[in-house]
C-alpha cells in the first residue's frame, strides 16, 4: 500500500496554504482547483496515508482541507473539529450540520473526556409521539419528515463549551472556511448529486427544493457550483455571538416556525427548548482489551449512554475473546473466514440483544446491576459466550449481569441512518473521535436559513411499551436524549503497570446501527490482525442486529455464504455503505508516523504534515 507523505491526490488541496508563522489568525483560502472527488456509490481506491506531525480525517476533502489548515495555523484538533464541522454542513449537508448532534471523544494526553451533544427531545412531548390516531407505530417515514421528528440541537453549543477547555485559535476565526465556501459556492461532487436524484422527500419542502434542485426539480448537475449566503450569514452569526445565535434570536424563532407550523406533520419543538440545551460533559466508557496473537493489551475508550456504541463494541470484542475466533488469522484471500465470521455474527447477536434491552439516556434509566460496566464485565461476556455453537442462535436473548433487576421490554427494531465522523491528531498531544448526525438523509427535509433540520427524535422507540405494556427504555420521553450507535472510539496501549499508554488508534464511521459493525470490524483489523487502517476499512462490511447475517453484496466467496448458512443462519447480501475514518500510530521507515484510512466506499481523504 502507497503511503506517501502527502498524496498526489490531494495536489491541489495543498495549494491553498496559510500565511507562514500564522498562529492567531486563519487566512483561509478555498483550494486553487476544484476539488473532484469520488462518484457518489460503488468503490474508489484509497491509497492509505502517511504523515509525521498531525492528521485529519473527515468525510470530504473540503472539510478535511479546512481541517488541515486550521492545524497548520497553529490550532487544536478541537478547532481543526469545529472548521472541518462547519464545511460538512455546507457540503455534506444530507449526514450532519448545525441543525443536529453529536458525540466527541477528546484526549488531551492521558486524560479522556466525552462531550455530549446530543440532541434533546422537546419538553411538549410524551411517549405517544410517534402513535398514530390508531394507536398503532406510525410508518418510519410518516414520523421522520416535517416537524414532529425534530430535536433540539445540540453540536454547536457543545462544541462551544468543549472550545473554551481545548481550543488554541479564536472561535471565529474556525468558521472563515465554511463562510467563505458558502459564499463562493463550492462544485456538488457525485455523491450529493446521486443521494439528491435519489431522494423522495426532500422537495416538499419548498425552501430545500429551490436550494437543491433546479427550476425543472433536477438536482444541481455535478460540478454545479452551490452557493448558500442564508448559511454563511447564520455562521458569521455564530462566530461573532456564540451558540445564542443559533439557539436564541431571529434563527431560532425561524426554527420554531419551521418545526410548529409544518401543514401536515408539525412537532412541539419551543424557544425554550432551543435556549436551554445543555451540552454534558460525560466519563468515556473504557475497557481493556487483550490480542492472543500478538499478546498485547490495549484500552479500548468509546462514548457511554446515551450512546449503545462503545458497549456493543466492547461486547462483540469481549465475547469474541472467549471464542476460538480470538486467535483466527484472516484466510488465505485476506476476507475473514466462514469460521471467523460464524463467532462474530454470534457475538453481534448476543450484544444487540443486550442493547435492545438496556441501553438509553442514563438521566432516565438505571444501568444493570448499577454500572453500564458490568455488560462489560470479563465474567459476564464469558458467560454470553459460552451460548455460541456450531449452530446459529438466530436471534439471541439478552442476558442478564449479576445484580441485575429490570422492569423493561426489549426495543423492537426500528431503521437508523445518517452520520459522519472525523479523527484528527494534532502536534500538542491531543487527539479526538467525532461521530456527528443528522439521523437519516436529509434528517426531517426541513430546512431554515441554509441548513437541514435533523429527525433525530425518530431514534425513540416508536412504541412507548411491549404488547404486554411492559415500558422500553428508549421511549420518548421530555427532555430526553435518544438512544444512539455512534462510536468515536480512541485506543490507548496498555502499560505493563496496567496504566493508560500512548494513543494507538482514533476511529469511527457513520451507518446508523450499523456503525458498531464498521467500527468493530476496523479495530479488530488493525489491533488482531496487524493490518494498516487503509486496508482494515477496505475489509469487506458485516454484522448482524440480532437478526439475519448482513454481508456486503459481491464481496465474499459464495463458499462462505453457504457455509453460514449451513449453520441455521439467514444470509443476506446488501449494500453496507460504511463512512470510516481512521488514525493510527505507527512508523514508516524507522520514523514515527501517523496512518490514515478513509473509506472507498465514500468521499472522505486525510491530510497532514
Known amino acids: 500500500m502507497a503511503l506517501p507523505h502527502r498524496p498526489t491526490t490531494l495536489a491541489a488541496l495543498a ?16 483550494p486553487a482547483t476544484p476539488v473532484t472527488p469520488e462518484g457518489g456509490s460503488g468503490w474508489t481506491d484509497k491509497p492509505g496515508w502517511a504523515t509525521h506531525k498531525f492528521a485529519v480525517a473527515a468525510a470530504n476533502p473540503l472539510a478535511t482541507d479546512a481541517g488541515y489548515q486550521v492545524l497548520k495555523a497553529g490550532g487544536s484538533a478541537l478547532d481543526a473539529a469545529i472548521a472541518v464541522q462547519m464545511v460538512l454542513t455546507l457540503v455534506e449537508p444530507q449526514s450532519s450540520g448545525i441543525g443536529g448532534g453529536a458525540f466527541l471523544l477528546h484526549a488531551a494526553g492521558g486524560d479522556v473526556t466525552a462531550w455530549d451533544g446530543r440532541e434533546t427531545a422537546p419538553a411538549a412531548v410524551d411517549d405517544k409521539l410517534f402513535l398514530g390516531a390508531d394507536g398503532k407505530p406510525l410508518p418510519f417515514h410518516d414520523g421522520v419528515v416535517g416537524g414532529r421528528s425534530v430535536g433540539v440541537p445540540g453540536t454547536v453549543r457543545m462544541l462551544e463549551q468543549a472550545h473554551r477547555q481545548h481550543g488554541r485559535l479564536a472561535w471565529a476565526e474556525l468558521f472563515k472556511p465554511a463562510i467563505v465556501l458558502a459564499e463562493q459556492g463550492f462544485a456538488v461532487s457525485p455523491r450529493l448529486h446521486t443521494l439528491l436524484k435519489n431522494e423522495q422527500h426532500l422537495k416538499k419542502d419548498p425552501v430545500a427544493a429551490r436550494h ?38 431571529p434563527v431560532a424563532q425561524a426554527i420554531v416556525d419551521k418545526v410548529q407550523k409544518h401543514p401536515t406533520n408539525p412537532g412541539k419543538l419551543t424557544l425554550a ?27 479500548v475508550c468509546g462514548f457511554p449512554p446515551p450512546s449503545s456504541g462503545a458497549i456493543a463494541v466492547g461486547q462483540i470484542l469481549g465475547i469474541l475473546a472467549h471464542t476460538p475466533a480470538a486467535s483466527m488469522a484472516a484466510g488465505a484471500d485476506g476476507l475473514p473466514t466462514a469460521d471467523w465470521l460464524h463467532y462474530y455474527m454470534e457475538a453481534s447477536r448476543l450484544a444487540f440483544a443486550d442493547r435492545a434491552l438496556y441501553v438509553a439516556d442514563p438521566d432516565f434509566v438505571q444501568p444493570p446491576a448499577g454500572s453500564w460496566m458490568s455488560l462489560l464485565d470479563p465474567a459476564y461476556l464469558k458467560s454470553r459466550a459460552a451460548l455460541i455453537g456450531t449452530q446459529s442462535l438466530k436471534v439471541a436473548p439478552p442476558g442478564k449481569p449479576v445484580g441485575t433487576r429490570t422492569s423493561f421490554a426489549p426495543m423492537a427494531s426500528q431503521p437508523e441512518y445518517g452520520t459522519s465522523h472525523i479523527s484528527i ?9 467525532m461521530t456527528t448526525t443528522i439521523e437519516d438523509q436529509f434528517g426531517a427535509r426541513q430546512m431554515v436559513k441554509g441548513f437541514l433540520l435533523n429527525n433525530e427524535l425518530t431514534d425513540f422507540s416508536f412504541a412507548p411499551t411491549d404488547a404486554q405494556g411492559q415500558p422500553i427504555a428508549n421511549r420518548v420521553q421530555p427532555g430526553k436524549r435518544p438512544r444512539s450507535s455512534m462510536a468515536p472510539t480512541l485506543v490507548f496501549e496498555k502499560t505493563t503497570d496496567g496504566r493508560r499508554g500512548p494513543l494507538v488508534m482514533s476511529a469511527g464511521s457513520p451507518g446508523g446501527a450499523l456503525i458498531i459493525h464498521y467500527t468493530a470490524k476496523t479495530l479488530h483489523g488493525v489491533l488482531g490482525w496487524g493490518l494498516l487502517p487503509q486496508q482494515a476499512i477496505n475489509l469487506p462490511n458485516f454484522g448482524s442486529l440480532n437478526g439475519p447475517s448482513l454481508l456486503e453484496e459481491k464481496k465474499f466467496p459464495a463458499a462462505t ?5 449451513s449453520r441455521g443462519a ?13 488514525i493510527t500510530r505507527g512508523t514508516v521507515h524507522g520514523q514515527p508516523t501517523w496512518l490514515g484510512g478513509a473509506d472507498p466506499r465514500r468521499e472522505g481523504v486525510v491530510m497532514g504534515d
Open 15 to 30: 495549494a491553498a496554504t496559510l500565511l507562514a508563522g500564522c498562529a492567531s489568525s486563519l487566512n483561509y483560502t478555498p
Open 212 to 249: 437543491f434542485y433546479d427550476a425543472a426539480g433536477n438536482p444541481w448537475p455535478v460540478g454545479h457550483v452551490l452557493k448558500n449566503p442564508e448559511l454563511a450569514a447564520v455562521l458569521k452569526g455564530i462566530a461573532a455571538r456564540g451558540s445564542t445565535a443559533l439557539l436564541e434570536g
Open 570 to 582: 439467514e444470509v443476506r447480501e446488501m449494500n453496507l455503505t460504511s463512512g470510516l475514518q481512521a
Open 425 to 433: 491528531v494534532d502536534p500538542f498531544g491531543n487527539a479526538l473521535a
Open 273 to 299: 427548548d432551543l435556549a436551554g440545551y445543555a451540552p454534558k460533559r460525560r466519563a468515556p466508557l473504557c475497557h481493556d482489551l487483550r490480542v492472543p496473537a500478538s499478546g498485547k493489551a490495549y484500552e
Open 561 to 565: 455464504v453457504e457455509a453460514l448458512r
